[in-house]
């Protein structure tokens, strides 16, 4: 199975903060890769797929980078909106995993 | 209308069985996979596995060989998961999702699943 590995667990941020989470992936995905955000008690929605390309509607100040096994979710400038618990999914082979999570908390 | 709803919570005593059900709507059933997700209380996403609604074909991840069952039915637009054996450790909200490797990314609200004695 591929290991989705997420860094950091958790982070404190100011709104305005630029914020990177990173995962590693046991082996090469290439870019089989989504990121999520979810909110408490909501369902997780898809931020960014094929590791860099923005899904509609998402704001601009996502953005998503890497290939193989290191890739990286960007938010530029922080929002009120973007407390939450970020998630990485990689479909590149079976089972597809998550990474472990990451929850971003205010300051 | 574009969405997927998700049967309703369940309460369930240990070694009992729960099926689970994701009804489509708003887009063509055979043309997406779909997987579901586990979620413990407080704790990360778990993937499960998928179904080909087009085909009926599943993968299922190796902790949950043997005692997981996902199907489609595309008479309805519905696709099910039955979860077998249950422990207090498969209390959990369960989310189906259709999914696409681009663009496509549809969730259910996910159902409660409570498993005690």
């Known amino acids: 199975d591929i290991q989705m590995t997420q860094s950091p667990s958790s982070l404190s941020a100011s709104v305005g903060d630029r914020v990177t989470i990173t995962c590693r992936a046991s082996?090469?995905?290439?870019?089989?890769l989504g990121w999520y955000q979810q909110k408490p008690g909501k369902a997780p929605q898809r931020l960014i797929y094929?590791?860099?390309t923005l899904q509609s509607g998402v704001p601009s100040r996502f953005s998503g980078s890497g290939s193989g096994t290191e890739f990286t979710l960007t938010i530029s400038s922080l929002q009120p909106a973007d407390f939450a618990s970020y998630y990485c999914?990689?479909?590149?082979?079976?089972?597809?995993?998550f990474g472990q999570g990451t929850t971003v908390e205010f300051k | 209308q574009v969405q997927l709803v998700q049967s309703g919570a369940e309460v369930k005593k240990p070694g009992a069985s729960v099926k689970l059900s994701c009804k489509t709507s708003?887009?063509?059933?055979?043309?997406?996979?779909i997987m579901w997700v586990r979620q413990a209380p407080g704790q990360g996403l778990e993937w499960m596995g998928r179904?080909?609604?087009?085909?009926?074909?599943?993968i299922y991840a190796q902790q949950f060989q043997g005692r997981l069952t996902m199907t489609s039915d595309t008479s309805t637009s519905t696709v099910y998961m039955e979860l077998s054996g249950l422990s207090p450790e498969d209390t959990a909200v369960f989310y189906c999702?259709?999914?696409?490797?681009?663009?496509?990314?549809?969730w259910g609200l996910g159902t409660m699943v409570t498993v005690s004695s």
């Open positions: 179904v080909n609604p087009s085909d009926g074909g599943t």
């Open positions: 094929a590791a860099s």
């Open positions: 999702a259709s999914f696409s490797s681009h663009f496509w990314d549809l």
């Open positions: 999914l990689q479909h590149n082979n079976y089972p597809w995993t």
């Open positions: 082996q090469d995905i290439t870019t089989d």
């Open positions: 708003g887009y063509r059933f055979i043309s997406y996979y």
